[in-house]
């Protein structure tokens, strides 16, 4: 059963491997310096050890968000989140999987009744803003630095090219594990309440159930990845803006930095110990980053001049268009798991629990100002008074 309803987070996988890894080799394969059967071997073996290994730190600010406590709830919000990215790839949009997931997410909250967690929230969005500006600064720092080196080794051109291919496999290969660690809250993060207490040993590490769930998320995307991802790939690497092959190398780099760094506990806790805030471990969009490297390639040599402002247009209002999307198609579906398939998409003994704490009025004559101290005295909301007190 529960293989069943990971169906649509597997579908979610498939769907973020054709659209996302378009941001770690599509510029290398745009450039045509690294073949697409290549990059999609890469790519494939190393986000599943990326989700695998590191993937927890992203998943529970994912999880404060909404907690989805149902499988069948689960289930179609991660449904609603797939068909939204699938639908945008048909479109060739190198949308943000987190947006949809996000939105999937509120719109859950909103049929259920369930508050949005305003802290995670604003953690989320506020990377939504600061992963293309990191990505732009990461860039145009990286093309500075490789030009640099560049200039002063001096390389012949065939060694050059021969070093730049080998630089795209290396950051490809490292981006790719950094968009499993990242990106695979995604995929199953509204799973996890409900992962099973089993563990298997593999005799070289022990996989518990969360990270079985990574597993089978990240092969997920590794499908995705080899089978339907070319096109995207095409637009990212290419239709944006041309790049060169050591601007290639850059954007990969900074997009693999910067999904590395919001999804890096070790690094967020070494933060805390030299006494400075931590660094937010959330799901960032990595079409976003990749997008603000190019560009900052492109300010940084000509001032915008190569940029296709029409394709980023475009970009853009995938960006916005896919979190309220997600989010109505969410809202629409729970309304017919719920009503037509008669399957619960919250947990109804939350709600059983609620009302067994609430003083019941039933037109006794009871003292008011007592059962305002008895349902005060609980730890639940005061919009879960009863109307008689509540006025």
């Given at each position: ?28 394969v ?11 071997i890469?790519?494939?073996?190393f ?29 179609t ?36 009744g ?21 990505g ?8 500075i ?90 637009t ?44 937010p ?38 960006w ?10 969410s809202f ?36 008011i ?7 005060t ?15």
């Amino acid at each position: 059963m529960l293989l069943l309803f990971l169906s649509s987070g597997l579908f979610l996988g498939w769907s973020l491997g054709a659209n996302d890894a378009a941001n770690v080799f599509g510029s290398a394969v745009g450039s045509r310096m690294v073949s697409f059967r290549k990059a999609a071997i890469i790519a494939s073996v190393f986000v599943i050890l990326g989700a695998v290994l590191q993937g927890a730190g992203a998943s529970h600010t994912l999880g404060k968000l909404g907690k989805v406590d149902a499988m069948a709830g689960a289930f179609t919000v991660a449904l609603a989140a797939a068909i939204t990215v699938y639908w945008m790839t048909k479109m060739r949009m190198p949308v943000s999987t987190s947006q949809a997931i996000v939105g999937s997410i509120i719109g859950w909250n909103l049929f259920t009744g369930n508050p949005t967690d305003s802290a995670s929230m604003t953690k989320i969005v506020t990377t939504w803003i600061a992963g293309p500006i990191l990505g732009a600064l990461f860039a145009v720092f990286f093309f500075i630095v490789l030009q640099a080196i560049l200039r002063k080794a001096k390389f012949h051109l065939v060694k050059l090219d021969a070093y730049i291919r080998n630089g795209l496999i290396i950051v490809g290969a490292f981006g790719a594990y950094s968009l499993g660690a990242n990106n695979i809250a995604n995929v199953v993060g509204v799973f996890l309440p409900l992962a099973p207490e089993l563990s298997i040993d593999l005799g070289f590490m022990v996989l518990d159930g969360t990270q079985q769930l990574f597993l089978m998320g990240g092969i997920a995307i590794s499908i995705g990845i080899i089978t339907y991802s070319r096109k995207v790939m095409e637009t990212v690497g290419s239709d944006l803006m041309e790049l060169t092959s050591e601007a290639a190398l850059v954007v990969v780099l900074s997009q693999a930095a910067v999904l590395f760094i919001f999804s890096s506990t070790s690094l967020s806790n070494l933060m805390v110990s030299m006494g400075l805030p931590p660094i937010p471990l959330v799901p960032v969009s990595s079409s976003q980053v990749v997008v603000g490297s190019v560009i900052g390639i492109g300010l940084y040599k000509g001032g915008g001049k190569n940029i296709r402002f029409r394709v980023l247009g475009g970009i853009t209002m995938g960006w916005i268009t896919t979190p309220l999307a997600a989010g109505l198609i969410s809202f629409i579906s729970l309304f017919f798991v719920n009503n037509v398939f008669k399957l619960d998409v919250t947990n109804p003994q939350n709600e059983q629990e609620i009302e067994n704490e609430i003083p019941k009025f039933n037109g006794n004559e009871v003292d008011i100002m007592e059962e305002t101290k008895s349902v005060t005295n609980t730890a639940y909301p005061y919009s879960l008074l009863p109307k008689e007190i509540d006025s």
